[in-house]
């Protein structure tokens, strides 16, 4: 029988499954996706405000083209519906980076990969655009820097002292 005047130390507590922190390299790489969330509503908004001129110009000379020309009720109908489109599109993408890029900041690897995936795409596409000479000055100036941060989070995301913060999730 025991002393009640003695107790037996309590064994100490095991530290509960720690989380690595989050290394500087996702923090920024996420701060880049942001970055480039915002490019891309800043590029929909120049194409809503500045586009509608020339986006009515090509409806109506395809129009006149086909032999069916558009009356100009139906071409304002046809820039805002566009116009629309190019909002809610703009939006639908903000969203899903935003959703994407949390994820991959909270460790999910499968965020990091389909970011990685959409990114090499985007880039793709906005070096095709770039090319092909579609583009206008200001387009181009937003082109370049949506090039270099896509690719500068990818990049980041890839470290080695990234890897580990994705490999337990």
């Not at 996702?26 to 120049?46: K, P």
């Not at 959703?99 to 990969?113: E, S, V």
Request: neutral net charge; aromatic residues 10%; hydrophobic residues 50%.
């Amino acid at each position: 029988m025991t002393h009640p005047d003695r107790f037996e130390p309590m064994p100490p507590v095991q530290p509960a499954d720690v989380d690595p922190p989050r290394p500087r390299a996702v923090t920024v790489s996420f701060v880049l996706w942001v970055v480039n969330a915002g490019l891309w509503i800043l590029s929909a908004a120049i194409v809503i405000a500045l586009g509608s001129d020339a986006l009515r110009q090509v409806l109506r000379e395809s129009s006149t083209a086909t032999g069916q020309p558009l009356s100009e009720a139906q071409l304002d109908t046809a820039v805002t519906s566009a116009q629309v489109f190019t909002g809610v599109f703009a939006g639908l993408i903000l969203a899903l980076t935003l959703f994407f890029g949390l994820k991959m900041r909270a460790g999910r690897n499968w965020a990091r990969t389909t970011l990685t995936v959409l990114g090499v795409i985007y880039t793709l596409y906005l070096l095709y655009t770039l090319a092909t000479g579609a583009a206008g000055l200001v387009d181009m100036v937003i082109i370049v820097c949506e090039v270099a941060v896509v690719g500068t989070a990818v990049y980041l995301m890839w470290q080695a002292e990234a890897r580990p913060y994705f490999a337990r999730r």
